[in-house]
């Protein structure tokens, strides 16, 4: 039985009542939730994913909605000094009534709210009302003529409120900002004194890591502390005086790098008399990440150091996982985590214009090694420098460090996202210059400091630590945003005449594949100019720049499945040009996030995993160029076409194989190469040993193929080249002298064999006597993961991949829905 001096927590119920703010009909509700699913689930919209229906739901951001339910309070709540009720997450302009009487209001979706309500509480049945306004009634007040730039709201005014900023509307997402209490609400009943946070500095120093714990409470007076640290269940030792010291202390490493071992930490909060009043329970990571920044012949490095190990980032951007942010739970977290470490990233970026992320999904990254370069939300617009704004942002700062600070997979914190790519409107008037260095140089990085004080600061992304104000994507310093391929239609080997020193954003869009496109769309509206899919394709240039792309490299496709292919195909090899580039590049080039990991909707977008979870061929070839051992093939030069005559003109004739290694242990392999001709098959070829050594990149070999190309022509030609350890081939490159579209590419049969391993667990093998690249393979309908896909099949060379199921299924049932097919079958 709990003293009375302990903290007691009551959950307020699951099931509320919710309805407009114009009409009397209560109808269900579940907290947490949103306005919008609580209308879907109760059957008065229809799907917002939909067609087009977004835009006919627009009239919910127009309205306010009320919340309320009935809550009796627990008895022991009332011995408490304090009852407050908590909650967490309110989206957005909320005022909050209990038993009829106002309590608080709250503005600011990512700070939570904390609120003595002892004295308005009553024993038995209490009604607590939530009255939700209208996000743009209040942006329709706040905005005035001269209301400063947003690069991504359609409508304008998102940066005045501070609520997610992506669901007004973006490059890839849908408008439907919502209204609702998105994080747990409940009432907290605590005496003498309870722990707000507690700030963890680990000292590592001769093998040993001494841990010091700086408690933040609610009240002033000092607390008396106990605790322990365990690893797996078992004491390691004890914490006295706020101190412990690890003996022999197990480090946690990113992905790739070793394993993941998480310390749990209990620090009780004892009374005068001894009796425990809280608890504090985190789990921590011993390891040690620095930003490194030191001069070099480059000009200053931008690496990350882990446990004193420059790493080599290799990771993706990170969108909410839902437009509806409470629609995203531990599984859906769990399922793209997991995907991307198996695509061996080490590193995901939370991008700004989001959400500060759910517990789950920092749990998540700290138990699979996936280091977090955590934005604030703050993205692509100027915002307000008043008081009362920077007061709020400073509150929603403090909150967060001091939530997110223990946290192992935490590498940096980012003031905001791509702000100082308009430094001409940041500068524009003294009063824009001194609210954004007020905001992102002042308030932020002072929460940092005061709240974390061990993980950096970086004040945005993309920085020029030479000065905002003289541009960004510095190639001396600092990290970069490159766009040229894609929003400038750069042809892909544009990545190849840069060198940055960490490339935080860069990326090239595809479509839905046809399974997730009918999820949207009937397959006889799959006209990608069509209002239906036009409305899932949020760039306002994309189809045309897809198409663009894809036509440099493929044919005309036959129908809208094969078009998804090779957007899909296009998308990959423009991201392999851009982070092999970066790879090759170590040290000068330290790091490649590519945009973007994943999907919040169904939708046309640069993403490697669809919504829902399915793996485009993207993160599949993002498996292959993230490899802790890869072999690269540089090709200099390029194609074009006369404007005049439409005659192509090739400068492709070199190839390099360069090895590029950051295993865990340094080792040999041996790069095995073929230069082969679609008809004849192999026309030379050779081996040699190399060395494989942590964080080096070397050329291994060059060919200058001139003559093969007279002679047979390069449309006839492809190299193949595979790198093996230990006997396991554990990389492979397909390189093409010109354009696909230019090949005449055998046909034949591709053979199929399938057989189940274990329970939900087959092997497929993919067989043909011809050459057949991207050869891909589908199974609509099963949900499935397969360890490769979208790959090259050579001339009666067998290869096996591994299919995982979320069922298991006879091989029948697989067979029946299975579909196999390779760039030739694209063409009409």
């Known amino acids: 039985m709990p003293s009375s001096s302990s903290i007691l927590r009551q959950d307020l119920p699951v099931s509320w009542t919710f309805r407009s703010a114009e009409s009397q009909a209560w109808l269900p509700a579940r907290v947490p939730g949103c306005v919008h699913t609580d209308l879907r689930r109760t059957g008065k919209i229809p799907d917002p994913f939909w067609g087009s229906n977004e835009r006919q739901l627009a009239w919910i951001e127009k309205k306010g909605w009320i919340y309320r339910c009935e809550f009796v309070p627990a008895p022991a709540l009332f011995t408490r000094e304090r009852i407050e009720l908590v909650a967490e997450g309110l989206d957005t302009f909320a005022t909050l009534t209990l038993n009829g009487t106002e309590i608080a209001r709250s503005e600011n979706m990512f700070a939570a709210q904390r609120i003595e309500v002892g004295s308005h509480l009553k024993a038995g049945k209490n009604l607590l009302e939530i009255t939700f306004r209208s996000p743009m009634e209040v942006i329709r007040q706040e905005k005035k003529p001269d209301h400063f730039p947003e690069w991504c709201d359609p409508v304008g005014g998102a940066s005045l409120v501070r609520k997610e900023q992506c669901s007004f509307g973006w490059d890839w997402g849908p408008r439907l900002p919502s209204s609702g209490i998105w994080l747990p609400i409940y009432l907290e009943g605590w005496s003498a004194n309870r722990i707000e946070s507690i700030r963890v500095v680990q000292n590592h120093q001769d093998g040993k890591v001494r841990l010091t714990f700086e408690p933040s409470l609610s009240r002033k007076e000092k607390g008396l502390f106990r605790g322990t640290v365990f690893l797996n ?4 030792t004890s914490i006295e005086n706020l101190q412990a010291t690890i003996e022999k202390p197990r480090l946690w490493w990113p992905n790739g790098h070793g394993d993941q071992p998480l310390y749990e930490v209990e620090l009780e909060l004892l009374d005068e008399k001894g009796k425990v009043i809280d608890r504090w329970r985190k789990k921590i990571g011993l390891r040690t990440i620095v930003l490194d920044r030191h001069p070099d012949e480059f000009g200053e490095s931008f690496q990350f150091v882990v446990n ?12 909410p996982a839902h437009s509806f942010v409470t629609e995203a739970d531990r599984a859906l977290y769990d399922d793209l985590l997991t995907s991307a470490a198996e695509a061996n990233m080490n590193m995901i970026r939370v991008w700004g214009g989001g959400i500060y992320e759910k517990e789950d999904f920092y749990d998540l990254c700290d138990e699979k090694g996936l280091l977090v370069w955590q934005d604030f939300m703050f993205a692509c617009a100027l915002y307000p420098g008043d008081k009362m704004f920077l007061a709020s942002a400073a509150k929603e700062a403090s909150q967060q460090v001091r939530r997110l600070a223990h946290r192992a997979c935490l590498a940096l ?3 905001n996202n791509e702000i100082e790519q308009m430094p001409q409107e940041i500068v524009k008037t003294a009063k824009r210059k001194k609210a954004y260095e007020d905001l992102f140089y002042r308030v932020l990085p002072d929460a940092v400091a005061a709240w974390d004080g061990t993980t950096a600061y970086w004040p945005c992304s993309p920085h020029n630590p030479e000065g905002y104000e003289k541009g960004f994507n510095n190639e001396r310093a600092g990290d970069a945003h490159f766009w040229d391929v894609w929003h400038a239609r750069k042809p892909v080997k544009r990545y190849e005449e840069l060198n940055f020193r960490f490339c935080s954003e860069f990326g090239m869009q595809s479509y839905s594949s046809p399974e997730i496109a009918a999820t949207y769309c009937k397959p006889e509206k799959w006209n990608i100019f069509g209002p239906e899919m036009e409305n899932h394709q949020k760039n306002g240039a994309g189809n045309l720049i897809i198409l663009d792309y894809v036509s440099r490299l493929y044919r005309f496709p036959k129908d809208y499945p094969t078009l998804a292919y090779l957007s899909q195909l296009n998308q990959a090899y423009c991201m392999k040009i851009g982070v092999e580039h970066f790879r090759r590049a170590m040290p000068r ?14 939708v046309a ?5 669809e919504f829902g979870g ?10 292959r160029f993230f490899a802790p051992a890869l072999i690269s093939a540089h090709v200099p030069g390029d194609e074009t076409y006369h404007s005049a005559s439409n005659t192509l003109r090739s400068t492709l004739h070199e190839i390099h194989l360069h090895t590029v290694f950051d295993g865990m242990k340094d080792g040999a392999g041996i790069l095995s190469w073929a230069l082969c001709h679609l008809k004849t098959g192999k026309l030379r070829g050779g081996k040699k040993k190399v060395a494989l050594r942590y964080g080096e990149a070397v050329r291994q070999l060059s060919f200058d193929f001139k003559m093969e190309m007279e002679k047979y022509g390069a449309p006839s030609l492809y190299l193949r080249a595979e790198l093996a350890m230990g006997g396991k081939i554990v990389s492979r490159q397909t390189v093409y002298l010109t354009a696909p579209r230019n090949m005449e590419l055998p046909r034949d049969p591709i053979r199929i064999g399938l057989k189940k391993t274990a329970p939900r667990c087959y092997e497929l093998t993919l067989s043909s006597r011809v050459f057949q690249p991207s050869t891909a393979f589908e199974l609509p309908g099963i949900s499935h993961r397969a360890d490769d896909n979208f790959i090259s099949l050579y001339p009666d060379e067998p290869r096996r ?8 299924l006879p091989v029948a049932a697989l067979r029946q829905r299975l579909k196999v097919f390779s760039l030739v079958d694209s063409y009409a």
């Open 413 to 415: 914190w980012c003031g």
């Open 614 to 623: 399915r793996w485009k061929a993207l993160h599949y070839e993002a498996k």
């Open 233 to 236: 269940g078992e004491k390691v």
């Open 801 to 808: 991949l591994t299919l995982r199921t979320a069922k298991d």
């Open 589 to 602: 080039t330290m790091g490649a996030l590519y945009w973007q990991l994943n999907d919040c909707w169904p």
């Open 308 to 319: 004193g190990r420059p790493l080599f980032a290799k990771g993706a951007n990170w969108i």
């Open 605 to 609: 977008s640069w993403s490697g995993i």
